[in-house]
């Protein structure tokens, strides 16, 4: 009985200690998935990207040390929600439905869904994607237009480099993904293209959870003296170059 006792005592100490929550700490714990180049990917044994040399800039504004976790797409929002992570960037797409779950910051940059299929495909616009077999990452908006489209059968993968592979193994007919990934699959594998036309216009935000208001005001305005000195467009430019 007393074991026990010690037990749920241990436990409930530990509790309070996660509740103090890395927001009060001197860790800037970002929840990403780093398959999504040039957002974020690995190189070498670090995970570099736009989002990632965002996030350090902030971390460095708030006087913080940014710590990187690598998760599936799908984990990240509960990451932060259960305080595991206090902030979500992963070209994360602001959305009606993840509102209700977190809150978002000012968006940092615009962003699009796009489809990639082979060279030889048929499908020239969004509209011939009816009745085929698409490709998408799980719970990403891909994944949600997806849903929308007539007859379409939609195959769902865990990283959109699955997804690329499935295509190219003509298992599916099209992936969607955001248009600098989708850029990126392409110039790296010669046998696919990318169809011009572009079905959606979004919004990538930094993700917070809900009662950790204080830490989403300090992005904002941290994100405001970035965008005003021009540090966004600096390294955004670094990874996308205009055409
Ligand atoms: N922008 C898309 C979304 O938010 C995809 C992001 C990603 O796969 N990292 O759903």
Do not use: W
């Not at 180049?37 to 995970?47: A, C, D, H, S, V």
């Not at 710590?67 to 797409?73: G, L, Q, Y």
């Not at 990451?79 to 960037?89: C, E, F, R, T, W």
């Not at 979004?202 to 950790?212: L, Q, R, S």
């Amino acid at each position: 009985m007393k074991k026990l006792l010690v037990s749920i005592l241990a436990v409930s100490a530990m509790m309070t200690l996660c509740a103090c929550g890395a927001s009060s700490s001197n860790k800037l714990v970002m929840a990403t998935n780093a398959a999504f180049p040039p957002y974020e990917y690995i190189e070498g044994k670090e995970i570099v990207g736009i989002d990632a040399e965002i996030a350090k800039l902030i971390a460095d504004d708030l006087g913080k040390e940014l710590i990187i976790e690598d998760m599936a797409f799908d984990s990240i929002i509960a990451a932060v929600q259960s305080g595991k992570a206090d902030i979500a960037m992963a070209g994360m797409t602001v959305t009606e439905d993840r509102k209700q779950n977190i809150n978002f910051s000012d968006p940092y940059t615009e962003a699009a869904q796009v489809i990639v299929v082979k060279n030889d495909s048929t499908v020239a616009s969004p509209d011939d994607l009816a009745g085929k077999r698409i490709g998408v990452q799980i719970g990403t908006t891909g994944d949600i237009y997806a849903e929308d489209i007539e007859n379409a059968e939609i195959e769902r993968y865990s990283k959109y480099f699955e997804a690329i592979n499935a295509l190219l193994q003509d298992k599916i007919d099209a992936v969607i993904v955001d248009r600098e990934p989708g850029k990126v699959f392409v110039s790296e594998n010669p046998e696919l293209k990318m169809i011009d036309e572009e079905f959606t216009v979004e919004e990538y935000a930094i993700g917070v959870a809900k009662e950790n208001t204080e830490l989403l005001d300090q992005i904002n305005a941290s994100l405001k003296k970035l965008k005003d000195s021009g540090k966004i467009d600096e390294i955004i430019g670094k990874y996308i170059k205009a055409e």
